[in-house]
């Protein structure tokens, strides 16, 4: 089983419409929750960083994280077409020295249509 | 404030042949990451420097890559000899320290013939 699962999609929607985008993770000692976005032919870009269960909301993105069943969500309200990219899910765990080690979802791609 | 930057951003060679990336990351920015993006896939870690020493590089192939980043600044990545496998966007990223959060560059897209 992978450490972080996501559903590759493609995901299509109509502008404006609400998306709902999920991973799931195995690992209980993963600590720090961030969401990536990828724009093609271009490198992750950090959204969301988020640490403890609940709600975190910036803007038209709001992250969600339940620890207890090992889920986090990013939502996206008013979805515009610009948003069309790859959205990777990652977590943060300790690697020694001080320093934190990112595992990836294989990402999922949306397409917002005009 | 600049972004990490890579070069070069495609390269094409033939299996069994060398080939070096370059990564300059955020001015003062104290730990550097490469990693390996598969299409399709998210990307996975190489290898982490904290300054000019090696932190992680469990998953990093030593029989055919190495990397290094003297002075604590700038790296390079190296594979030798390619392998057909070894087709993908190689990511650098940087943080202020271990435990910030990391900033990527547009990496450099490598083609194995």
């Known amino acids: 089983q992978k450490e972080v699962e996501q559903d590759p999609g493609p995901l299509s929607v109509p502008e404006g419409a609400i998306v709902s985008l999920n991973c799931t993770y195995s690992n209980s000692a993963f600590q720090y929750f961030m969401w990536y976005r990828q724009y093609s032919r271009k490198g992750p870009e950090l959204l969301m960083y988020t640490y403890s269960s609940g709600n975190k909301e910036d803007g038209r993105f709001t992250a969600q994280v339940d620890k207890s069943s090992k889920y986090i969500s990013l939502f996206i309200r008013d979805s515009q077409p610009s948003d069309s990219a790859t959205y990777l899910c990652?977590?943060?765990?300790?690697?020694?020295?001080?320093?934190?080690?990112?595992?990836f979802g294989k990402g999922t791609k949306l397409s917002v249509i005009p | 404030e600049a972004g990490v930057a890579q070069s070069p951003r495609y390269k094409i060679i033939e299996k069994r042949q060398s080939v070096a990336f370059w990564c300059n990351p955020i001015s003062g920015h104290a730990t550097l990451y490469w990693y390996q993006q598969i299409l399709g896939q998210g990307p996975k870690l190489l290898i982490q420097f904290q300054n000019n020493g090696v932190v992680d590089d469990s998953q990093l192939p030593k029989d055919r890559f190495s990397a290094e980043r003297l002075k604590g600044v700038d790296s390079t990545l190296k594979i030798q000899p390619a392998k057909l496998e070894d087709s993908a966007v190689y990511l650098c990223?940087?943080?202020?320290?271990?435990?910030?959060?990391?900033?990527f560059g547009d990496g450099t897209r490598l083609s194995i013939l």
């Open positions: 990652a977590t943060d765990s300790y690697s020694g020295a001080g320093s934190y080690q990112l595992t």
């Open positions: 990223a940087s943080s202020f320290a271990g435990d910030q959060p990391q900033h």
